[in-house]
């Protein structure tokens, strides 16, 4: 189905705060592009230290192998790039069909053999990567519908896919946890998982406190409700994304699993 890529699918569904800030100038568009890279270059370099036998092994992710991991990986550089084709045609071009389809390419990618699933994770990797650089500038402002139905422009594919690297470089359990990432992306990922929160009431009370490296809080601590919770910057965007508990202390003295944020 053809549509004006410039104009929105459904209003309802516009992510205006990823709307208010399109990265549209050059100078953003190359930064963002160069994190992408770098967060490749983190998952790459984890695959490197993984034999194939150590594939088979179990991911941080329940009921998921290292494959899987690999798998959905490339299978996300995939469909990261048919939004951008969406961006540069203006005809339609969801990431995927469903969420069946979906977990049925994830399962068969995952069955590949290990120096099949390493090139097609690389392969991918690269035709995202082309895919943006030959998207014109005018293009990074059109509006494309993201995984979870919200409205986004272009521009925040390079976002979508640098959270998914971060993130599933983890996942792999190949010895990087989220004190292995920058700063700037734990901030980025912690953000979004208090937007996420704050648009579906889970978080309500709910006040992280980041004791390091820089201390600073989100939530109000003042509410009456408040139930603060206290970690390092990496302690807390591990504990937020699901994804572990250690380093974190809660004022309640029992820290409760995070709410679900995807």
Do not use: K
């Not at 592009?33 to 329940?62: C, E, M, Q």
């Not at 996420?196 to 820089?214: E, N, R």
């Not at 970690?231 to 974190?248: E, Y």
């Amino acid at each position: 189905m053809s549509t004006d890529a410039t104009a929105p699918l459904d209003p309802q569904l516009v992510d205006q705060q990823l709307v208010d800030q399109q990265l549209v100038d050059q100078q953003s568009l190359e930064r963002e592009l160069n994190d992408a890279r770098a967060a490749t270059a983190f998952v790459s370099g984890l695959l490197r230290g993984l034999s194939d036998t150590d594939l088979d092994g179990n991911s941080l992710l329940p009921g998921w192998t290292r494959r899987h991991v690999v798998a959905h990986l490339a299978q996300n550089a995939l469909a990261v790039g048919r939004l951008v084709n969406w961006a540069a045609t203006g005809v339609e071009n969801p990431m995927y069909p469903s969420r069946e389809v979906r977990d049925q390419d994830i399962d068969t990618t995952a069955l590949l053999a290990p120096a099949d699933l390493r090139a097609l994770f690389h392969d991918t990797a690269a035709a995202l990567d082309a895919a943006w650089l030959a998207l014109p500038e005018s293009r990074w402002s059109a509006q494309v519908r993201a995984g979870q139905g919200r409205i986004v422009p272009a521009s925040a594919t390079f976002w979508m896919r640098i959270r998914e690297l971060w993130v599933h470089g983890v996942d792999l359990n190949a010895g990087a946890g989220c004190d292995a990432l920058p700063e700037p992306v734990l901030r980025r990922i912690l953000g979004d998982v208090v937007t996420s929160w704050q648009a579906s009431g889970a978080g309500d009370g709910l006040v992280l406190s980041v004791s390091t490296p820089a201390p600073f809080t989100l939530g109000d601590a003042t509410a009456p409700d408040a139930r603060v919770v206290t970690g390092s910057l990496a302690a807390l965007t591990a504990w937020a994304t699901g994804r572990g508990s250690s380093g974190i202390t809660s004022a309640q003295g029992t820290v409760d699993a995070a709410p679900h944020w995807l």
